[in-house]
């Protein structure tokens, strides 16, 4: 089984900073199929970033995110009030489990 | 549009059995793998486990092997989810999550790109 350890567990910004999330994975993604989700309370999550680096259909180009093998990375360039939210990392390519990292809160 | 929607909110005591819904819509039934997260309150996600909903196989995360079991109807396409011999920490918002798509006899690892709006399941005495 691929554990996925996010860090920091709480990263506290302002708006119009930057945010960097960082996602470390215990053995190689296969293929780097990593994604991210946002999720805010109440909410289902979100996806956000496929393939490691890919963003989802809609998603403003603030959010990228960067990485291979076992080390991945998610940056929000310039914070906005909207994106202070939850954020999990999930690996799905190769065999089940298909593991979520703990999350990293973000928040002002 | 692709909509997975779940049924309504459980309470059950402990010992029992649960069963939540998720009837999809939008995209055709067979061709993309069903996912079951669940997320226990103030808590992080959990994978429990993945569904073709074409030919019913399954795989489960090691912790729910024996109690947990998914399966669909490809007739209302529906997907189920039922746990068994419910404990206090199986409190829980249960989701279904669209994932892998298969077509022409291969199947293509997806991310979770669409998720139900999820059913809150409370085991208490």
């Known amino acids: 089984e691929i554990v996925l350890t996010q860090s920091p567990d709480t990263l506290s910004l302002s708006p119009g900073e930057r945010a960097t999330l960082s996602c470390r994975a215990s053995q190689s993604v296969s293929s780097n199929y990593l994604a991210w989700y946002q999720q805010k309370p109440g909410q289902a999550p979100k996806f956000i970033i496929y393939?490691?680096?890919s963003r989802a259909a809609g998603i403003p180009d603030r959010f990228s995110g960067s990485g291979s093998g076992t080390d991945f990375t998610l940056t929000i360039s310039r914070l906005e009030p909207e994106d202070f939210a939850v954020y999990y990392c999930q690996q799905y390519g190769g065999s089940p489990p298909y593991t979520f990292g703990q999350g990293t809160k973000l928040e002002i | 549009q692709v909509q997975l929607v779940q049924s309504g909110a459980e309470v059950k005591k402990p010992g029992a059995s649960v069963t939540v819904s998720c009837k999809a819509s939008?995209?055709?039934?067979?061709?993309?793998?069903i996912h079951w997260v669940r997320q226990a309150p103030g808590q992080g996600l959990e994978w429990m486990g993945i569904?073709?909903?074409?030919?019913?196989?399954?795989r489960f995360a090691q912790r729910f092997q024996g109690r947990v079991a998914l399966t669909s109807d490809t007739s209302t396409s529906t997907l189920y989810m039922e746990l068994n011999n419910l404990r206090s920490e199986d409190t829980a918002v249960y989701y279904c999550?669209?994932?892998?798509?298969?077509?022409?006899?291969?199947?293509?690892?997806?991310?979770?790109?669409?998720w139900g709006q999820g059913t809150l399941v409370t085991v208490s005495s």
């Open positions: 393939a490691a680096s």
């Open positions: 999550a669209r994932g892998f798509y298969c077509s022409g006899g291969s199947c293509y690892s997806r991310p979770l790109d669409y």
């Open positions: 939008g995209y055709t039934f067979t061709t993309f793998y």
């Open positions: 569904i073709n909903p074409s030919g019913g196989s399954t």
